[in-house]
Nanobody, 122 residues
């Protein structure tokens, strides 16, 4: 079972940027597809971005973050990242990293992190 720990709790103003990190342990990080999800207050958890295993040559994004967010990975550090730019109030949510059981944005997740709060003030 992979253990995932997110960091990057943040309060940021609208238009600002924030980078989330997720450190993995307990499994060989590089062989796993990985993804970020988010859950806003009163809403269901939704996928944000997915990255392929290995070099992470393939990435997939939800329409609402395309062009603003970038998912990346550092296999040497067993760390997943989410760079978030041009943030707006609708991006306020708890963000989770997860291992993925398949490719693509909507493939189901395997292991989950505990989540980290991102708040965007207008």
């Amino acid at each position: 079972q992979m253990r995932l720990v997110e960091s990057g709790v943040g309060l940021v103003q609208a238009g600002g940027s924030l980078r989330l990190s997720c450190v993995a342990s307990g499994s060989i990080f590089s062989i796993h597809r990985m993804g970020w999800y988010r859950q806003a207050p009163g809403k269901e958890r939704e996928p944000v971005a997915t990255i392929s295993s290995g070099r992470g040559s393939f990435t997939y994004y939800a329409d609402f973050v395309k062009g603003r967010f970038t998912i990346s990975r550092d296999n040497a550090e067993s760390t997943l990242y989410l760079q978030m730019n041009s943030l707006n109030s609708e991006d306020t949510a708890i963000y989770y990293c997860a291992s993925k059981k398949g490719g693509g944005l909507i493939a189901p997740a395997g292991s989950w992190g505990q989540g980290t709060q991102v708040t965007v003030s207008s």
